[in-house]
């Protein structure tokens, strides 16, 4: 009894260990955008436990410097909730992605681990789709979406009461960080896998070709997600499913 | 009025991200969708790469292709995402000098 007790804690640990240092990357990603969305809130007239506050309950980076540049220029409340929600809507399907490979889960895990997806924590968490199969997979995403939102909440909170503290050019070049982690967890996938190489270009193509027909960047990432995912039906075999 | 906002963003938010949680407990989906679900991470990363990656700097496009063509280069490499992102900041970095 308590020979399996200790193998059961031993192997928690070992999976919030395993998906702490698998999400350091989205921490180093996370702060400087954090702090600087934390710097913008309060230049726009927001409260620190307001900015804070939208960091803690929405958690999502893009719409809250959307929403915080609409807060400045004085938009109207329902107008600023409708373009969240477009926005946004992009985390539905990832979550459809992400749910159905943490199938074998209990609801009580699926819900906060849904509500803690982001792009980033969808991207890392989904390209580590193994731990999904293992046991006490559970703690492993769930490190991995603690640690995102965490350095999002802290970050915002420091951007508030801190202020500009990163010099302009580095956090401008900041601004490569999240692609560039992206990329990172993209090139060991087609590695193994050439075909998911012809998926990610084909999105890549469809949200291009949208943004130039004239969809905003909420749908056009949307449609790229849905359609580009569609070539995946064609291309990927049962066993990668 | 500001908190009116954010509690209207959270719930347009949560509330799509959470319905998925509960759709999948109660469907078996067709191997055919299983596909479709299974590619879509590999399609949001194309998604959210590009063309995004070009507005790093909205001045000048080529800064951010090129950290990203450093970026490709160091993950194809085998490097750590960590290094990939900090190879990727430095390049930038230096460009804009």
């Given at each position: ?86 926005l946004n ?8 992605s ?14 906060p ?41 802290i ?87 | 009025m ?82 990939v ?7 930038v ?5």
């Amino acid at each position: 009894m308590t020979d399996k007790a200790e193998i059961y804690s031993s192997t928690a640990v070992h999976m919030i260990k395993r998906g702490f240092i698998t999400g350091i990357p989205i921490m180093l990603g996370y702060l400087p955008v954090a702090i600087t969305y934390g710097v913008l809130a309060k230049q726009a007239g927001m409260t620190l436990m307001e900015l804070t506050l939208m960091s803690v309950m929405v958690f999502a980076g893009a719409s809250q410097f959307m929403g915080v540049n609409m807060i400045a220029v004085g938009t109207g409340t329902l107008e600023i909730i409708i373009a969240t929600f477009v926005l946004n809507f992009r985390h539905f399907i990832m979550s459809l992605s992400f749910m159905n490979q943490l199938r074998e889960l209990k609801l009580k895990w699926k819900i906060p681990l849904s509500l803690g997806l982001t792009d980033e924590s969808f991207a890392v968490s989904s390209i580590n789709k193994d731990e999904a199969k293992m046991e006490k997979g559970a703690f492993f995403y769930g490190t991995i979406i603690s640690i995102a939102y965490l350095s999002w909440i802290i970050g915002s909170f420091l951007g508030g009461v801190l202020g500009d503290v990163i010099p302009d050019r580095l956090s401008q070049s900041m601004g490569i960080a999240l692609y560039a982690m992206f990329i990172g967890l993209l090139i060991p996938s087609i590695k193994k896998e050439k075909k998911i190489a012809v998926i990610a270009l084909f999105a890549m193509l469809i949200h291009a070709l949208c943004i130039q027909l004239g969809m905003s960047t909420g749908w056009a990432i949307v449609a790229g997600t849905i359609i580009g995912g569609m070539s995946g039906i064609y291309l990927l075999k049962e066993d990668v499913a | 009025m500001i908190i009116l906002i954010i509690i209207g963003m959270s719930l347009v938010t949560m509330i799509p991200r959470v319905i998925p949680a509960f759709v999948i407990e109660k469907m078996q989906f067709r191997p055919w969708v299983n596909r479709w679900l299974s590619a879509i991470p590999y399609a949001a990363l194309g998604a959210l790469i590009f063309p995004g990656i070009l507005s790093v700097n909205p001045d000048k496009s080529q800064i951010g292709l090129l950290g990203g063509i450093v970026a490709v280069i160091l993950a194809y490499i085998g490097l750590n995402v960590v290094l990939v992102v900090i190879g990727a900041i430095i390049t930038v970095y230096f460009l804009s000098l």
